[in-house]
């Protein structure tokens, strides 16, 4: 998620030379998105940019990542998940695969930040069935990593770090988050 920052930010700053403010709102948006992830302080300044940047635009997929990403921001402090049932129900509508696997994503780490460990296997559930339409598998994988769940048999996916070091430091990222949840109840 580190590198992903980067190179948004990276793309961002492209997309502004260049005057193009769709690119600039894309990128921007995901941007969000990683920081939601690792760094919910930052995401504030981050999600409220990236809407600033959609204003006026008509780009779905993108406001969806945006909302996606308020949403991961608040992992492990929300009451219920009521906004994502929401968010599921347009992003579906939408047809728009990417963003229903990310919010399955979102979801996943808040599951995972509270210990909810059945709730992190119906969202694997879930990432399994968009799995099936031929991306995002290793979601899956990333969700066992995030609640410290092991893999049901050996996964397909190739990690560039190597497995354990890709689901320690997605492990490292819920751990992070556990001590906001005492900070917001």
Request: aromatic residues 4%; proline residues 4%.
């Amino acid at each position: 998620m580190n590198q992903a920052a980067t190179a948004f930010t990276a793309a961002r700053t492209e997309a502004e030379q260049h005057g193009n403010t769709g690119e600039q709102a894309i990128a921007q948006a995901h941007l969000a998105l990683a920081y939601a992830f690792t760094d919910p302080d930052q995401a504030d300044d981050e999600i409220a940019l990236a809407e600033q940047l959609l204003a006026g635009l008509d780009q779905r997929a993108t406001a969806l990542t945006v909302q996606v990403a308020a949403l991961a921001r608040e992992a492990g402090t929300l009451a219920d998940l009521a906004g994502a049932r929401a968010l599921r129900t347009e992003i579906r509508a939408a047809g728009i695969t990417s963003a229903e696997a990310v919010l399955e994503l979102a979801a996943a780490l808040h599951h995972a930040v509270l210990g909810e460990h059945d709730k992190v296997r119906t969202v694997i559930e879930r990432l399994h069935a968009l799995a099936e339409r031929g991306d995002y598998a290793y979601y899956a994988d990333i969700a066992h990593y995030m609640a410290g769940l092991p893999l049901p048999a050996p996964s397909p996916t190739t990690w560039l770090d190597g497995p354990d070091t890709v689901r320690t430091l997605w492990r490292q990222l819920v751990e992070g988050r556990q001590p906001r949840i005492s900070e917001h109840r």
